[in-house]
């Protein structure tokens, strides 16, 4: 079967040349699924931040139309207060000045 050296050089040779071809299929395979996996878990983290963003986004509406809602009822609230203080005055005033 071997008749010589170099028959079992080159037997050595190919079992070699297999076992390194082997070997990096092996590694591109496992290289392939690791990046798979760091593309599903960027995905995620996409949805994640996307999902984030628009409740920021919706808390700053929510909060724009509180603050514009706010003011309007700060400025009413302050229109009846005065009104009030004015007529606690135009009672007071028609105390003092009542049975001259």
Do not use: C
């Not at 996996?37 to 509180?66: C, L, P, Q, Y």
């Amino acid at each position: 079967m071997f008749d010589t050296s170099k028959d079992v050089l080159n037997l050595v040779l190919s079992i070699s040349i297999f076992l390194v071809a082997a070997s990096l299929s092996w590694l591109f395979y496992q290289m392939a699924k690791t990046l798979h996996a760091i593309n599903r878990v960027a995905e995620g983290v996409e949805k994640i931040v996307s999902s984030v963003e628009e409740s920021i986004e919706k808390f700053k509406d929510r909060t724009s139309n509180i603050a514009s809602y706010l003011t309007v009822v700060l400025k009413t609230g302050q229109q009846i207060l005065e009104m009030f203080q004015n007529k606690r005055a135009a009672r007071r005033s028609k105390k003092d000045a009542g049975p001259e």
